[in-house]
C-alpha cells in the first residue's frame, strides 16, 4: 500500500510569510507525528495526534507554530512569520496506536526560509 | 528524563567488512529501542526494534543489533558492509510518558560510509 506523503517536497519562502506543510498519513494509522530536522542534526518532535486530537503539542517551538490534522487522516503543520531558524526539514510520520509499533516516515519538507 | 546517545558522528568501513554503530541510552524502566536509516533526500526507514525477548534483534537488509541492559547499549551491527548502506543511521528511544505512544527520542545520528 501507499506509504506516508508530504507535499510540498520543497518549500522556499521569504522570512515574514505563513506556510502550510501537508502530511498524508498511511491509510488505517491512528497516530501521527511531527518532527524537525535541522541541518547535521538528529530530530526534533513537535507534536503527536492521536485520531484528531493532539494530546502532546510540547514540542510547538513557539506560538508561530501550529497543526491540525482531520478525520483520522491529513494534517497541516502550519508556520506562521516564518524566520529564518525555522529552515529545515519537516518530517511526518505514522503508526498504529499504542503499543511499541514502529513509526512510518515520510520523505519530508524541506523548509528554507530567506 | 529519556535520552539517546551516538557517540560517533561518522563511521567509516571497508566493503565486506563487518561494520558497527553504536548507541546507548538512558531510560527509567525497560526501553523500546529502534534504529533507522536516512538516505540522501529520502524518510527515515525503519531498521529493527527491540521490545522484550531475545537480546540479538535481525532486521532489514541484513542488519542486526544487540540490546545490552547491563552497558545501556544497543548497537547496530552488520557482519558484512555494502557500498549501499552507505547513509545516516539513527538510534531512538520511546519516551515513556502518559498515554503510552510512541514518541521517540532520536540519537543525533551517524553517517556510515562504506568504500570499495
Known amino acids: 500500500g501507499a506509504g506516508v506523503s508530504q507535499s510540498p517536497s520543497n518549500k522556499v519562502t521569504e522570512k515574514g510569510k505563513d506556510v502550510e506543510l501537508r502530511c498524508d498519513p498511511i491509510?488505517?494509522?491512528?497516530?501521527l507525528y511531527w518532527y524537525r530536522q535541522r541541518l547535521g542534526q538528529g530530530l526534533e518532535f513537535l507534536i503527536y495526534f492521536q485520531g484528531n486530537s493532539a494530546p502532546d503539542k510540547s514540542g510547538l517551538p513557539s506560538d508561530r507554530f501550529s497543526a491540525e490534522r482531520t478525520g483520522e487522516s491529513v494534517s497541516t503543520l502550519t508556520i506562521q512569520r516564518t524566520q529564518q531558524e525555522d529552515s529545515a526539514v519537516y518530517l511526518c510520520?505514522?503508526?498504529?496506536?499504542?503499543?511499541?509499533?514502529?513509526?512510518?516516515f515520510g520523505p519530508g519538507t524541506r523548509l528554507t526560509v530567506l | 528524563a529519556q535520552s539517546v546517545a551516538q557517540p560517533e558522528d561518522q563511521v567509516k568501513v571497508a566493503e565486506g567488512n563487518p561494520l558497527t554503530v553504536k548507541c546507548t541510552y538512558s531510560v527509567s524502566g525497560n526501553p523500546y529501542l529502534f534504529w533507522y536509516v536516512q538516505y540522501p533526500n529520502r524518510g527515515l526507514q525503519f531498521l529493527l526494534k527491540y521490545i522484550t525477548g531475545d537480546n540479538l534483534v535481525k532486521g532489514s537488509y541484513g542488519f542486526e543489533a544487540e540490546f545490552n541492559k547491563s552497558q545501556t547499549s544497543f548497537h547496530l551491527k552488520k557482519p558484512s558492509a555494502l557500498v549501499s548502506d552507505s547513509a545516516l543511521y539513527f538510534c531512538a528511544v520511546r519516551d515513556r510518558i502518559s498515554g503510552g505512544y510512541n514518541k521517540l527520542i532520536f540519537g543525533a545520528g551517524t553517517r556510515l560510509a562504506v568504500h570499495p
Open positions: 491509510s488505517g494509522h491512528t497516530a
Open positions: 510520520a505514522s503508526s498504529d496506536s499504542g503499543g511499541a509499533y514502529e513509526q512510518f
